[in-house]
Every structure is written in C-alpha cells, then in structure tokens.
C-alpha cells in the first residue's frame, strides 16, 4: 500500500512540473510567434474555436505531420507553410543531450549514428559521419577562432568585407592569415571572383585532414573528398548551426583544438566573445546537387516522436 502511495506521489510531482513547463512553454511561444499566431486565428475558418487553442494547435504541430496542419489551417499552402516553420533549437539542443558524451571526447559508431539521424531530421538534409568510408579523425571536438583568407592576389582587409562585416568589430579585427587556405586561392583574379567564391571563403572551416585515418594511403581520395566539402558545425552547448565548407588544413594536435572556424563562422555560433572557441558538433553534408546554400541554418524538423521517454 505504501508503494502504491508512493507511485501517486512521484506521478503526481512530474504530472506538476510538467504543467509548469508548458505553461512557461506556452507563454513563450506566444511571445515569440505572435504574428503567426495572429495568421492562423484570421485565416481558420472557425475562428472563435481556434483562438483559445492556437498556441496549443501550433505546438502539436511536433506530434502531427505537418501537412495535417496546414491543410486544416489555410487555403493558401505557401503562406501557411512559411508560417508553420518553427525554430526548434530547444528541442534540437534535448535530444542531443541525450546521446553526447559528459566530456569532449571522440564519438563511438553508436553515438555518430545516433546524432547523424537527429541533425539529419532536424536541418533537413543528409548528414553523415563519412563519405563512402572516408571521415577525420572525430566529429566531436573544441573549434577555435581562425583569420580571414586570401581569396585572390591582392586580396586585403579594405575590400574583403561588406559594409555590414566591417561593422563587425570581432569579425573585422581577425584580420587575414598571411598564407593561402589549403585549396590556394579561391579565384585566380579578382575580376573571376563571383558569389561561390565569397561564400565559400565566408563560411570556411579548418579540420584536422592530416589526422584523418591512414590519410597518407589514401592521399587523392581524401584530398577529392575535402575540397570544399559541406559539413555542419553545431554548438552543442546553444544549439547554433551553420552550414560550412573545408578550406583549410588545421588546427596543430598540440593545440587541443580540433577544427577552426571563419570569423563569420564563428559570430554564427555564438562564440565571438571570451576565448572563441568551444565544443561543436561537425558532420559532413551530403549535397550532391549542390543545393544546400553554406551559412546559418536553424534545426526546422520534427522532433522524434517515437521516443520513449
């Protein structure tokens, strides 16, 4: 009898903290998706019932296909879909949690599996802990702050930025590495420079090539595979992502970093300030058609609802 008290008891103390939580939930929803709270209440058609329950309609969308929602809430399926987006970092941030390791350390096959399903679902896109059997060294590891890179001869800091990244204080004063990234130059010339030059050197990263496993056997397949590969950063510790490619080799062992990133890399995943570096998640992107645009990207997939809890 005393067991089954206690059962009650314990039932009764998570059924509380959970309501506390939603309502915290509930209240922030509606502060920070007000006007696509306002959209969906103007467009159902039964306005008055829906008004005491967008919020709730809203966050349900998690356990419902989305396309459910959407047929049930507008006639206009490209307005309704923008409006269905939802930024699921804090979830995102959950589940992560709940595979990664207490301490920064190299991933086992089960843990990248794991995460490599989570970030796929949650960005939408294919992400992988190797190609075709090549990979680095890890996927899990500290990234540090690295310098601009010469995109062209006669590149330099006056005309490297836009207006809004010489604004930029900490992006501005990285000023640029004296050499070369690992590919050489981005373009020949200044006047062959286009767009997929400046993206590629803006969302640049660093990895460790030389420590990938039997790297020297294998020196053209992993140099093929590197060259402005897609991988994606994520701060396990914000849940901050961006999509970047490899453009340089680094950082030395001794350091005890494992990757850098760009300035602009960087700013995107909150680690601008103090020491610039931090614990991130990084996984290769598998785009084959090349439709993945480089830069910050935040997790808009569902949540596993068939997790057990």
Do not use: C
Not at 84 to 111: F, H, Y
Not at 121 to 146: H, P, Q, S
Request: glycine share 8%; no cysteine; net charge positive.
């Amino acid at each position: 009898m005393a067991r089954k008290r206690q059962n009650k008891s314990h039932y009764h103390s998570l059924r509380q903290k959970w309501l506390r939580r939603h309502r915290i939930a509930r209240k922030r929803f509606h502060e920070k998706h007000k006007e696509a709270l306002d959209f969906l209440i103007e467009k159902f058609p039964a306005k008055e019932k829906l008004a005491s329950g967008a919020v709730g309609l809203m966050m349900m969308s998690s356990l419902i296909p989305t396309s459910t929602v959407l047929g049930a809430i507008s006639e206009k399926g490209q307005d309704a879909e923008a409006v269905a987006q939802v930024d699921r970092t804090s979830e995102l941030n959950a589940e992560l949690a709940a595979v990664l390791p207490g301490n920064v350390r190299p991933l086992n096959n089960d843990e990248e599996a794991k995460i490599s399903e989570v970030l796929s679902r949650y960005f939408n896109m294919d992400v992988k802990a190797d190609i075709d059997g090549l990979r680095l060294n890890r996927t899990y590891g500290v990234i540090g702050a690295e310098q601009h890179l010469i995109r062209f001869p006669g590149d330099n800091m006056n005309i490297h930025l836009d207006a809004d990244d010489k604004n930029n204080r900490m992006i501005y004063s990285s000023g640029m590495a004296p050499g070369r990234g690992a590919w050489g130059y981005f373009t020949n010339s200044r006047s062959e420079f286009d767009d997929l030059a400046r993206e590629r050197e803006k969302w640049y990263i660093a990895v460790q090539t030389f420590a990938a496993p039997n790297y020297n056997g294998r020196l053209a397949d992993y140099r093929d595979l590197f060259k402005f590969r897609k991988m994606i950063v994520v701060n396990t510790q914000t849940g901050q992502a961006v999509v970047t490619d490899i453009a340089d080799s680094g950082p030395a062992i001794f350091t005890g970093k494992h990757l850098g990133g760009s300035p602009e890399v960087m700013y995107e995943l909150g680690l601008a300030n103090g020491p610039r570096k931090g614990p991130v998640l990084y996984f290769f992107v598998d785009d084959v058609n090349n439709e993945i645009p480089l830069g910050p990207i935040k997790p808009m997939g569902l949540p596993n609802v068939n997790e057990k809890n």
